[in-house]
């Protein structure tokens, strides 16, 4: 399970300046969000962020991938053909969170967009969603700018809930588990997305009430102070 190699290139030649890499490519893009999600409340006070989860992958699934990939387990297949080894994932509350951080994450100067992957309008045969986003950040060090790939994953509370169980399901199995488990993990997922359409649908009904509250609040004061006048 060992990775060897170096890229010559950028100077990555040992797997602890890759992680080294990877981690500041976290910290850059976690410091972004926290940010825009600051902003977001100070705006519109409200949250769209629920909680943010970041990792690094560990050297045996990155040499499992390489091996499925058909590559050799090197330092420089790593950083060109696993384009996951650092991930950050942001669990939002509603559906339409999720595009409206894509959005903002999208327009940032300093990030660029590699690709995108909307498994919620197209979800996998398993019935897994999420908004995949493929970005790197330039990694200042004292002689040189290291363009570093992560990998951002932004769902809801329930996919999240969904995904995590479906890893830990497959992980008993090895991937390869009976078709009745497949069949009620899909029926699950349409569950999921029958919840989040609901939840959805509520926190707009919320927010039309409340709207008519405050524009029938605004009347009455209007009325009130021309009755005071007249």
């Not at 890229?7 to 080294?20: A, K, L």
């Not at 650092?86 to 100067?109: E, H, L, P």
């Amino acid at each position: 399970m060992e990775l060897t190699g170096e890229v010559t290139g950028e100077g990555i030649d040992s797997w602890n300046t890759v992680i080294f890499l990877y981690n500041s490519a976290l910290k850059e893009v976690g410091t972004k969000l926290e940010i825009l999600n600051d902003e977001f409340q100070h705006v519109h006070q409200y949250n769209p962020i629920e909680y943010i989860k970041s990792r690094i992958k560990s050297p045996e699934s990155i040499v499992k991938k390489l091996k499925r990939y058909g590559y050799e387990s090197t330092i420089d297949n790593m950083v060109n053909y696993v384009n996951d080894i650092a991930g950050i994932r942001i669990v939002c509350s509603f559906t339409s969170d999720i595009y409206r951080m894509a959005a903002m994450i999208g327009k940032q100067n300093d990030l660029t967009v590699v690709s995108i992957k909307d498994y919620i309008k197209h979800p996998k045969q398993s019935g897994y969603k999420s908004y995949h986003m493929l970005v790197t950040v330039p990694i200042f060090l004292s002689d040189r700018v290291v363009d570093t790939k992560v990998e951002i994953q932004i769902r809801t509370i329930a996919m999240d809930f969904w995904a995590s169980l479906e890893h830990k399901i497959y992980y008993k199995f090895e991937g390869n588990a009976p078709d009745y488990i497949s069949q009620d993990l899909q029926e699950c997922a349409e569950i999921v997305s029958m919840l989040d359409a609901k939840m959805l649908s509520l926190n707009e009904a919320i927010l039309e009430a409340k709207a008519a509250q405050m524009q029938e609040s605004e009347w009455k004061q209007l009325e009130k102070g021309f009755n005071n006048r007249v």
